[in-house]
């Protein structure tokens, strides 16, 4: 077989299960795309000083896809708390804003550092997932402010890490507004369009220092097409998953998504 549809085929499998564990779980699928983009970056001649911004491009095109088609169906049915997707939302795009500037001021950011902390931080929130007591959302306490801490908290951790998204929001949805996890899953998903937008569209704009052939600004389409495909096949199966698994099962699932996730950003301090 040619090289060339291998790797096609490999990048819309990557895509199907990236886009069913966004889907299923309400988070973008990150964690399978990244690693994915990066070694077909590297594959496609992208050289270290480029590799992040591409990378990262890609991904959150990628991630924008998942979220817009896998909440499409709960937007139709209008089980969607508009209020609370707009607060978070664009609470968490003028945090990671904030952050990304702070950060670029000077020296004081310790890439290491906050890593370890992070970890610490998703090891609690792994904890206090899988001790959490399921309501039937009857006594939900997002209001306005809580909205508004959650965007904080998910744009400012997304912003010092390159993390977050899901597998942050989720946890804080579930502790601080007592939402069951299967709402809170739907409302995440919805959410992390809006925190992908800006980054596709910067992404998009601004011209890579090594530009490659077939591509716009870092936005690399023979690469991010056939993941799109894959996407595109998996993420309502991943919706209509969720719906039909209780919320136990749910919970062990997105309790092992975040054991993954803590192992992959300490391997990444190595």
Not at 74 to 99: C, D, P, Y
Not at 220 to 240: A, E, H, R, Y
Request: proline share 4%; hydrophobic share 55%.
């Amino acid at each position: 077989m040619d090289a060339a549809i291998i790797d096609i085929v490999i990048l819309i499998i990557a895509g199907c299960i990236g886009g069913f564990i966004s889907g299923l779980l309400g988070v973008g699928g990150g964690i399978i795309f990244v690693p994915i983009l990066d070694y077909f970056l590297i594959k496609n001649g992208v050289l270290t000083t480029d590799l992040v911004p591409y990378t990262l491009a890609n991904s959150f095109f990628a991630v924008l896809v998942s979220g817009v088609v896998g909440s499409f169906p709960a937007f139709r049915s209008k089980s969607i708390n508009i209020s609370h997707l707009m607060f978070v939302g664009f609470s968490a795009v003028l945090s990671v804003i904030i952050t990304s500037y702070f950060i670029n001021l000077g020296t004081w950011y310790s890439p290491f550092i906050f890593k370890i902390v992070f970890s610490s931080l998703l090891l609690f929130t792994l904890i206090k997932t899988m001790l959490h007591i399921e309501t039937d959302g009857s006594d939900e306490k997002m209001g306005i402010g809580l909205s508004i801490l959650v965007g904080t908290i998910t744009g400012m951790v997304s912003g010092l890490s390159g993390l977050g998204g899901g597998i942050v929001m989720i946890p804080l949805f579930m502790m601080f507004g007592n939402l069951p996890i299967k709402k809170a899953s739907v409302l995440s998903l919805a959410i992390i369009p809006v925190l992908a937008f800006p980054n596709v569209l910067y992404y998009l704009i601004i011209q890579p220092t090594q530009r490659l052939s077939e591509s716009t600004g870092h936005i690399v389409w023979p690469i991010i097409i056939p993941l799109i495909i894959g996407v595109l096949m998996t993420v309502k199966s991943g919706v209509n998953a969720a719906q039909n698994m209780s919320a136990k099962a749910i919970k062990f699932i997105f309790a092992t998504f975040i054991i993954i996730t803590i192992i992959r950003v300490l391997t990444s301090l190595a």
